[in-house]
């Protein structure tokens, strides 16, 4: 089999491309920057430069291949800027139309598309499936819900055999920067607060979101989406706990009421729009984190046979390892 993979470089993109190859697979990797690609060079991955934005670079990339992994995209959640929602829409939307676009009408078995489930915003619901209405607040969040309406519609074209994955919040050793390493770094200083009442996080292991990857091209339904998360809630509570364990550190943990969180986070966003730039957290962000969403991966298990085996405690160890062998934390 031959693959296409847009992102190869990016944290789930590597692990992504060394389950492929180590199953015998044809990878060829589209990349911005063929230096970053070297471990999957010596891999034996076909790297390929070329930049999603710019479609005359990527003339062709699809030629031969058995399936697509569109991974390619920019994130930044608390972007408040024009010129960072510029760019997530001209990554996230116009890259994707442009890959797909490569691939209309070519013999590909299946293109798997990387959403998110940020794609979802607030939807009002606490257990959430792929009936939920989409309801994006932030440009990040909107950006992956536009990106996914572009899928849908080269699929309703006929143009593509296209499905989409939404995984939650991933992590897993091998990723520098995200929204889990910055739970971490938070967690460590001491600024994030105790929550009022259980709040979930979900999260779901890069080993299972690869593992859903591979399942989505072999069994997954074109024109269909599929949520990815974790074998079981997670409560901030116990995040926090587990780093903090793991980090050998007691830092503070002071109770602040959702209200007041809410209130600093429009301060903090007030200020940093003022002076133009983009703030460390948003009002968006708190109502997220404190809407206490899990996801149900029924579907998921169901017609693509997607295992959540990784158990959450025992991932978060193993990452804030990671984390700090690479002086990250």
């Not at 079981?232 to 943990?253: C, F, G, K, T």
């Not at 957290?281 to 109502?287: D, E, M, Q, S, Y």
């Not at 998921?300 to 700090?324: K, L, M, N, Q």
Request: hydrophobic letters at 40%; glycine letters at 8%.
């Amino acid at each position: 089999m031959r693959a296409l993979i847009t992102g190869a470089t990016g944290f789930v993109g590597r692990h992504l491309v060394r389950e492929l190859r180590a199953h015998g697979w044809e990878c060829r990797c589209l990349t911005r920057n063929a230096k970053k690609a070297l471990d999957l060079e010596r891999l034996g991955a076909d790297i390929r430069r070329g930049d999603v934005t710019d479609h005359p670079s990527i003339s062709g990339i699809a030629e031969g291949v058995d399936a697509v992994f569109h991974l390619a995209a920019y994130g930044n959640v608390a972007a408040v800027s024009d010129e960072e929602n510029t760019k997530m829409h001209r990554v996230n939307v116009d890259g994707t139309a442009n890959v797909l676009a490569e691939c209309a009408g070519k013999p590909i078995s299946r293109f798997v598309h990387f959403s998110s489930t940020a794609a979802l915003g607030c939807t009002g619901r606490n257990c959430i499936d792929e009936t939920a209405l989409c309801r994006p607040l932030t440009a990040y969040q909107r950006s992956k819900f536009e990106s996914e309406k572009v899928v849908s519609e080269f699929w309703l074209r006929d143009l593509v055999p296209a499905v989409i994955v939404r995984p939650c919040m991933i992590y897993g050793p091998g990723s520098g920067q995200g929204a889990f390493l910055k739970f971490c770094r938070m967690f460590k200083r001491g600024v994030f607060p105790r929550l009022p009442g259980r709040v979930l996080v979900p999260m779901v292991h890069v080993k299972d979101v690869v593992a859903g990857a591979i399942a989505a091209f072999e069994r997954g339904v074109p024109g269909e989406t599929y949520l990815m998360a974790g074998s079981r809630p997670v409560s901030i509570h116990d995040l926090r706990r587990w780093v903090v364990d793991a980090l050998d550190v007691s830092p503070p943990y002071v109770w602040m009421p959702g209200a007041a969180l809410m209130v600093a986070a429009w301060g903090v966003e007030t200020v940093y729009r003022v002076l133009r730039r983009d703030p460390p957290v948003t009002l968006a962000n708190v109502r997220m984190t404190l809407s206490s969403r899990q996801f149900n991966t029924g579907k998921a298990e169901r017609e693509i046979g997607f295992v959540s085996s990784v158990d959450p405690e025992e991932g978060v160890r193993e990452t804030v390892r990671y984390f700090v062998d690479e002086g990250l934390l």
